[in-house]
Each structure stands twice: as C-alpha cells, then as structure tokens.
C-alpha cells in the first residue's frame, strides 16, 4: 500500500499515520508542499519522516524567513542569531503552540528588527500592546488619524489625507523624545483618542510599517505615537458606534484584508474593529 490515509475539507488536510494524526490548515506556511506530498502517495521510511516534518511549524517557521528567524526545541526565538524576548515574541510562541497563522507576527518582527532606534522598538511594543492594533500580512500595523474637514492634517493644514496619500519625511526631523508630548512629526493614534480628537472632520485609518515609528508620547496612556510614514487606506464613518463599528475596507490589495488580533493572536478580517475570538476592541 502506498497511499497515505488522510481528511481533506476546504481548509484543512489532516493525515493518519502510525496511530497518530497531523493536521495543517491553509494558512500553515507549508500547507502546499504537504497537500502535494500526501497525493503524491509514495511512502517510504524516508518519504513519510520528509512528510512528518513539513507539519512542523517551528521548521516552517524558519524555512519562511530563510532563516532569519528560528525557534529552538526549548521555546527560544531568535531573530538573526539574537535572542529576542518581550511581548511579541511570547505571542507569537504562543500562537505557534496553538496552530495560529504566525507570518504577519513574523514580519512585524522583521520590521521592528529594521527599526533604527532600539528605544522606538520598545515603545512601540507598548502602544501595540494597551491598544492592540491590527498587524496586517506584510508585518505593519494599523491605527488611526483625525483631520480637517479638507482632509488636511490638524496642526499646519497643508498634508492632504485623502484615501491613497503616502506621507513621508526624513526621520531625522521627527522628536524622538518620549517626554515631550506636542512636537514633529506625522501622528497617530488608537481608535478612542483620534476619534475624541479634533471636533469635526474625518477620522482615517492609516498603515504604518513598525521600522518607521520614532517614538510613543508618554502622557497619553501610550495611544499616540510618532512616525516618519505612513499611508492612507480608509475612513471610518461618521456615523459609527464605538462598541459595535465595523468600517468598510476599500482597498484593493488583499494582502491588506487579514490581520492578526494582537491580544488573542486570532486571524481577523483588516475592517473588523471587534475581535470576534476575544471580544477585545480592535
């Protein structure tokens, strides 16, 4: 007999082997390579220890990122060689223990890695952390904007925020002082500040990489921060209830219409503002 014995649905494969059962979803890094090994069907010792391994997500983990990123057998995570821990690095051990997707956890890492600053690394983990903004499949994070009835930002009335702008600046001209609250910058914020701020206007959702946050102003409960870009890819409505609002993506990309939830480590949709896993507010 040569064929292996397994489940398929719509989005999982499950194989039985020897007494023991393994499963993978489609959003398992390798999820390709076993669906093709399993109907190719030729098992031999080494074939089916080949097989075994691809359902191992600590492999696949390093495998994806071509070894930039490794796990050891003991829960250590290392990022170029480098033991990383703190927050991020727990959940995304944690998500890998229970099966979740960890690829946008792996490329926020990534470009939190590329971030010049080591203190804006660390600060950002806060703000991500209290506020637990979505993190999209390429590895940036989304927050929020209020501006001007124009679309022009608050403070000179001359960056346009129109759906599709990109707003960059030098880095260097962007306060890296944590301890001073108003100064240079492009901002952002959690949902409940940008949404208190400003008065009338629009409130628009902005996407940020984690490489290009310079700092996380101290006095707002860490739900403001400071970057040096960020693009422009929704609105929310006027007319939204802050407990049960639900904004409408539109863009195109669908890179950009899966997120993680921060706080649970559960695959959401980018327009969800509720976590439907956790209940916490998005």
Not at 95 to 101: H, K, P, W
Not at 250 to 263: A, I, K, M, P, S
Request: proline share 3%; glycine share 6%.
């Amino acid at each position: 007999m040569n064929q292996f014995i397994y489940v398929h649905t719509d989005s999982t494969i499950t194989l039985y082997l020897e007494g023991k059962s393994y499963s993978a979803d489609t959003t398992h890094p390798r999820f390709k390579k076993i669906m093709k090994s399993i109907k190719k069907g030729v098992r031999s010792p080494e074939k089916t220890a080949k097989l075994i391994k691809l359902f191992d997500i600590k492999e696949a983990v390093t495998e994806y990122l071509q070894g930039t990123i490794s796990v050891s057998d003991t829960g250590v995570l290392r990022y170029k060689s480098e033991v990383i821990d703190n927050v991020l690095t727990h959940k995304i051990l944690d998500m890998m223990n229970q099966g979740f997707e960890v690829e946008p956890m792996l490329n926020f890492l990534v470009n939190l890695r590329d971030n010049p600053s080591k203190a804006a690394q660390d600060e950002l983990m806060l703000f991500m952390e209290i506020n637990g903004m979505p993190i999209t499949t390429d590895g940036h994070f989304l927050a929020y904007k209020s501006v001007r009835d124009n679309y022009m930002d608050h403070h000179t009335g001359k960056h346009s925020n129109h759906i599709g702008a990109v707003l960059s600046m030098p880095r260097l001209d962007v306060c890296d002082n944590r301890a001073i609250t108003c100064a240079s910058g492009y901002h952002g914020a959690s949902l409940s500040y940008a949404s208190s701020f400003g008065g009338s206007g629009h409130l628009m959702v902005i996407k940020i990489s984690p490489k290009d946050v310079v700092s996380i102003p101290n006095d707002y409960k860490n739900q403001k921060l400071r970057c040096c870009r960020y693009a422009v890819i929704d609105e929310v409505p006027k007319n939204m209830d802050d407990d049960k609002y639900t904004h409408k993506a539109v863009w195109e990309d669908e890179d950009y219409n899966y997120c993680t939830c921060f706080n649970c480590g559960a695959e959401i949709d980018c327009a969800d503002e509720i976590c439907l896993e956790c209940g916490e507010h998005q």
